[in-house]
T-cell receptor, first 113, second 115 residues
């Protein structure tokens, strides 16, 4: 069985500061991993995904995430926060091939001037 | 269509009434999911369809909830005898499934309000 845990339900960052959102997964074999973003009153949008051997994955809007098998982690980072990054971020895991996508509880990001 | 389409976008219903929510997945996608998102909450898994396999219904909160997927395409989520706690946004997603199960594409959701 797979699961994903996001540490911190709310994160507040200053504009221009580093954004770091933590995600740890549990899986018997390396899974596929995803980060989704949900802007207010909108649906979910894929930020980036890990599905191959490249452990550092770059996504949209300057976000990137690094897959670390030894730490079973897939943390999301952005070097410099922008006001438009205020949103809810979800980490998700699925098996390679057949199997359902499972989401973490989400992290609400607030960006302060 | 180009994306996952859900209808209606908004639904207000009286407590005790039945409602049907529709999801049109991306053409060719074999996997389809329903999630519920209460105000200020995360995504709550409801049900997962994968091809012709028996659906994973482990997330349905009660026997008032049911879903079907006809012809491997359109899906309908039915909530019988709605309660106020059913008020939420219901999100549908589809993905290619199988060895190409690389990401899920979400619809904009149906906002259900039970009064």
């Amino acid at each position: 069985a797979q699961s994903v845990t996001q540490l911190g339900s709310h994160v507040s960052v200053s504009e221009g500061a580093l954004v770091l959102l933590r995600c740890n997964y549990s899986s018997s074999v390396p899974p596929y991993l995803f980060w989704y973003v949900q802007y207010p009153n909108q649906g979910l949008q894929l930020l980036l995904k890990y599905t191959s051997a490249a452990t550092l994955v770059k996504g949209i809007n300057g976000f990137e995430a690094e897959f670390k098998k030894s730490e079973t982690s897939f943390h999301l980072t952005k070097p410099s926060a922008h006001m438009s990054d205020a949103a809810e971020y979800f980490c998700a895991v699925s098996p390679r091939g057949w199997g359902k996508l499972q989401f973490g509880a989400g992290t609400q990001v607030v960006v302060t001037p | 269509g180009a994306g996952v389409s859900q209808s209606p976008s908004n639904k207000v219903t009286e407590k005790g009434k039945d409602v049907e929510l529709r999801c049109d997945p991306i053409s060719g996608h074999t996997a389809l999911y329903w999630y519920r998102q209460r105000l200020g909450q995360g995504l709550e898994f409801l049900i997962y369809f994968q091809g012709n396999s028996a659906p994973d219904k482990s997330g349905l909160p009660s026997d008032r909830f049911s879903a079907e997927r006809t012809g491997g395409s359109v899906s309908t989520l039915t909530i019988q005898r709605t309660q106020q706690e059913d008020s939420a946004v219901y999100l549908c997603a589809s993905s290619p499934g199988g060895q190409q199960n690389t990401e899920a594409f979400f619809g904009q959701g149906t906002r259900l309000t039970v009064v």
